[in-house]
Nanobody, 120 residues
């Protein structure tokens, strides 16, 4: 099994930056794709971005140009750097991981989530 723990959420103002981190433990050698999802109240869960074991990334249109995902395979960590935050970025952010090359919309492993609130 794999355990994922997020950290770094909080309350910020529009235009600010925030960095989320995800630490993986357990059978980390089985992890290939990783990424971030978010879910705002009353909205569907959205896949924010993904990163392969080799470091290739992909982002939702809402995140392109503002968010950057990185990972350190040696430390079993992943980060989400969020810049130019907007009130519509307010959501619970989830770290996710998969045994597949690329994170799909239904990964096997999930973190507990961390709240990000952006005030206007």
């Amino acid at each position: 099994q794999v355990q994922l723990v997020e950290s770094g959420g909080g309350l910020v103002q529009a235009g600010d930056s925030l960095r989320l981190s995800c630490a993986a433990s357990g059978r980390t050698s089985s992890i290939y794709g990783m990424g971030w999802f978010r879910q705002a109240p009353g909205k569907q869960r959205e896949r924010v971005g993904v990163i392969t074991r080799g470091g290739s990334t992909g982002y939702a249109d809402s995140a392109k140009g503002r968010f950057t995902i990185s990972r350190d395979n040696a430390k079993n960590t992943m980060s989400l750097q969020m810049n130019s935050l907007r009130p519509e970025d307010t959501a619970i952010y989830y770290c996710a991981a998969t045994n597949r090359v690329i994170l799909t919309t239904s990964p096997e492993y999930w973190g507990q989530g961390t709240q990000v609130t952006v005030s206007s």
